[in-house]
């Protein structure tokens, strides 16, 4: 175990990296893999960590972002997360609490989960809830291969390093959906003017309404399993070239 001074000196290292993560304006999965890495050298006794975020109600939430600081840690938090949906990372998040474990091979509290870990030469775990304004918005899960790895000092650790953990993922998370957003509505914007297009030339052709010119472009659209812009842009393209046919 390591001294106090030398766990001190981490924690503040891993909250100033942190801290800079706002700054640094990385990516959702590039800030994920941050704090990941952080995690291991913040919290004593960690060989790799998980971060995953989370959406839904307990009884329903799904991870909807994810990142492991090490390859044995993607392979353990996809077996608790994707496959069994049981895991200390689960728990914390269903408890909004810490729990840990030193030996996951006889571990009781996730009879699948455990000896799987235990198999692939995991036998300790610390999992913490990330929880923003009370509400739970996803779970961080510490592994060692060595069996009791995490006690209660290192729980007090991981605790400390949770919470500005928790904001800077969800924080990430709201910028990587504002992005998204923005993307969607300048792709909006770009193409209602070909769909506007196409729903004159099928006016002008079947003599039908907009709304009903509108509902065939729809249902071409769903036919052809295509978007409705690239529907749009086909049926302009084709009006295109037969007016210059006519007049050449």
């Known amino acids: 175990m ?3 001074a030398t766990t001190a000196a981490d924690l503040q290292a891993g909250l100033t990296r942190l801290a800079g993560l706002v700054a640094d304006s990385l990516g959702l999965p590039q800030v994920l893999a ?3 890495a952080s995690a291991v050298r913040a919290i004593p006794g960690a060989d790799g960590a998980g971060v995953a975020l989370m959406h839904g109600e307990p009884e329903d939430r799904t991870v909807t972002a ?3 600081s090490v390859p044995f840690v993607s392979e353990v ?3 608790q997360y994707r496959m069994l949906h049981e895991g200390p990372g689960v728990t914390a998040a269903e408890t909004a609490h810490t729990v ?4 996951l091979g006889g571990e009781q509290s996730w009879p699948r989960f455990g000896p799987r870990s235990g198999r692939l030469g ?3 775990a610390l999992a913490l809830p990330l929880m923003v304004s009370g ?3 996803g779970a961080m899960t510490v592994y060692a291969r060595a069996k009791d790895s995490f006690d209660e000092d290192a729980a007090r650790v991981g605790e400390v390093f949770a919470k500005p953990a928790a904001v800077a993922v969800h924080n990430a998370r709201i910028l990587a959906d504002a992005l998204t957003l923005t993307d969607q509505l300048q792709t909006a914007l770009l193409t209602r003017p070909v769909i506007d297009q196409a729903i004159g030339i099928i006016r002008s052709r079947t003599g039908r309404s907009t709304s009903e010119s509108f509902d065939q472009l729809r249902t071409m659209s769903q036919a052809e399993h295509r978007k409705l812009a690239t529907v749009a842009e086909r049926i302009v393209d084709e009006a295109v070239r037969r007016a210059r046919a006519r007049r050449s």
């Open 100 to 103: 840990w474990s030193g030996s």
């Open 2 to 4: 390591t001294d106090n």
């Open 34 to 36: 941050e704090v990941a």
């Open 135 to 137: 509400r739970v918005v």
């Open 77 to 79: 938090d996809d077996i």
């Open 122 to 124: 995991v036998h300790s």
């Open 66 to 68: 994810s990142a492991a």
